[in-house]
């Protein structure tokens, strides 16, 4: 309980901050990025070149995060997603340090365990991908359409709690921007209020 308590401070926090200071900037080109996946691979964004790209910044630790895979939310997400041709990277920018931090076979491991469709799981330990597109929470959602441009950064979803019953009553934002970009339509809702637990970024990253 003491845990979810904190949790529930730092995600305050984390959604107060939003994406106010983000780098990176909706309608602008996504940041190019390199890392290596959970599994030892080199993926660089501009592997993807064409499509549409989905950044999902995850923390296992995290009960908002918690609350979307227990549930089945987002690997269902995912699966859809994927199974439209999208990309979707999963991003760990968790530091070494952190008490919750997983190591790349244990955080592989536990995204298999929820059935998650991830097209690869990232490795950010030093924090350079997410400090790049202004990362705050987690979840943190980031569409880049097949042109390079960011056309959603925000929340996955309308219902900023940690209650998996919330999630049947609200609107995901990630599944409709899709759904628009996709069909070769503007986002109408670009941007929304992330929210969740704050990012344990690496000290100086």
């Known amino acids: 309980m003491n845990t979810v308590t904190a949790w529930a401070c730092t995600a305050l926090l984390a959604m107060a901050a939003g994406t106010a200071a983000a780098a990176a900037s909706v309608g602008a080109p996504a940041p190019a990025f390199t890392a290596t996946d959970a599994q030892g691979r080199p993926v660089s964004l501009a592997d993807f070149k064409g499509k549409h790209v989905v950044l999902e910044w995850v923390n296992p630790g995290c009960p908002f995060v918690q609350k979307h895979y227990n549930a089945g939310n987002l690997p269902a997400t995912q699966k859809a997603a994927v199974a439209k ?48 597109y202004g990362a705050r929470t987690t979840p943190h959602m980031y569409i880049i359409d097949p042109k390079g441009t960011l056309v959603y950064a925000g929340a996955i979803d309308s219902k900023p709690t940690a209650n998996p019953a919330d999630i049947a009553t609200a609107t995901n934002h990630v599944t409709a921007a899709l759904a628009e970009s996709l069909a070769g339509k503007p986002v109408s809702q670009s941007r929304t209020q992330a929210y969740g637990c704050s990012i344990k970024y690496a000290a100086g990253a």
């Open 85 to 132: 041709g999208v990309v979707w990277l999963a991003v760990s920018s968790t530091a070494r340090e952190a008490s919750d931090y997983k190591a790349p076979a244990e955080l592989q491991q536990w995204m298999q365990s929820k059935q998650a469709a991830a097209t690869a799981t990232l490795m950010d330990d030093d924090g350079r991908i997410g400090r790049a």
